[in-house]
């Protein structure tokens, strides 16, 4: 088992360089770069800066030789810079680096995240590092608690629609369970607004943050009601989203293992019902849901919440990384991209040193990566 942890965990290393090697190539073809970003706010037209460079490229990539009415830079390959001084335009180049070749401004994004120094925000006067470690509190507290309620919701009722496989209540419970699956979180977010924040009907839970404004003033009973009244409608919302798979896993995991020989041999013996289901089958019915905790728990915390975040205006990871897309603040994109990869490939290998631990009858070491 170890050798197999050593060989998981030196393939993060090739795994990491590959993803950002492929996503810095793409980000270099998306159009509004910090630089339009820059330009059109000196133009007085900030809202406009992703549209002002349409179809050339990147920040570093295309170029734009049309003949600028009225003079000065006529060559400038960022579009809206026309007129501008040559000077001006290198100043904010070498502001954020791209006086650099792509290659060696790639490699020294590396050696810096090797020693996990992910810079300083374009457009934020912040440190990364100190925005992502502000912000986590907020998408761990939703991913934590939508994961337990999640797994705590799903698992009995998977157990139970496998054992009442084909009655009427295995029929309507797999209704809601396809409403579940079919409708995405943030539509039933938007639905509990108008419900119960205010939207139409009930004004019963806050619609903006995860705490009161006079939060610090409080006593910690207090501070806790606080806490669990600004956060309810959000996990409702990613639990009613989430749910559905979860539960349909546990089922056929549960029917797999119900129909297998072992399970008449249980019973020819004399076992009850409820020995043989949690005695026997609840052990390797279980191994995929349990085993699959640390994924689940990822998927929800980095992509089921970033839409949650925006609707609740939850100052999260998911809304920061929206703003920061949105900003092209390039050091936020690609700091949050190394971070939830390098812990995403992480949780993984928990993942399976989990399915050892369930059943140690699983063997790593002759398992080939």
Known sequence: MFAYIVRRLLLIIPTLFGIMLINFIVIQFAPGGPVEQMIAEMRGNAADATSAFSGQGGDVQGSNNEPAAGGGNSTSKYRGAQGLDPEVIADMEKQFGFDKPLHTRFF????????????????????????????????????????????????????????????????????????????????????????????????????????????????????????????????????????????????????????????QTARAKGLGERQVLYGHVFRNAMLIVIAGFPSAFISILFTGSVLIEVIFSLDGLGLLGFEATINRDYPVVFATLFFFTLLGLILQLIGDVMYHVIDPRIDFESRSI
């Open 108 to 263: 020294n994004m590396l050696s810096d995240y090797i020693r996990f120094d992910f810079g300083e925000s374009y457009f934020r006067d912040q440190r990364v590092l100190d925005l992502v470690l502000d912000k986590m509190p907020v998408s761990i507290s939703l991913g934590l608690w939508t994961t337990l309620l999640v797994y705590l919701i799903s698992i009995p009722l998977g157990i139970k629609k496998a054992v009442r496989d084909g009655s009427r209540f295995d029929v309507w419970s797999s209704g809601a369970v396809v409403v579940g699956y079919a409708i995405p979180g943030f539509l039933f977010a938007i639905l509990l607004i108008i419900l119960f924040a205010g939207g139409r009907f009930l004004d019963w839970f806050p619609l903006r943050g995860l705490t009161s404004s006079g939060w610090d003033d409080m006593s910690w009973p207090q501070r806790i009601i606080d806490y669990f009244w600004h956060i309810t409608l959000p996990v409702v919302a990613m639990v009613i989203g989430g749910f559905a798979s979860l539960t349909m896993l546990t089922k056929n995991s549960f029917l797999d293992q119900i129909n297998m020989q072992y399970v």
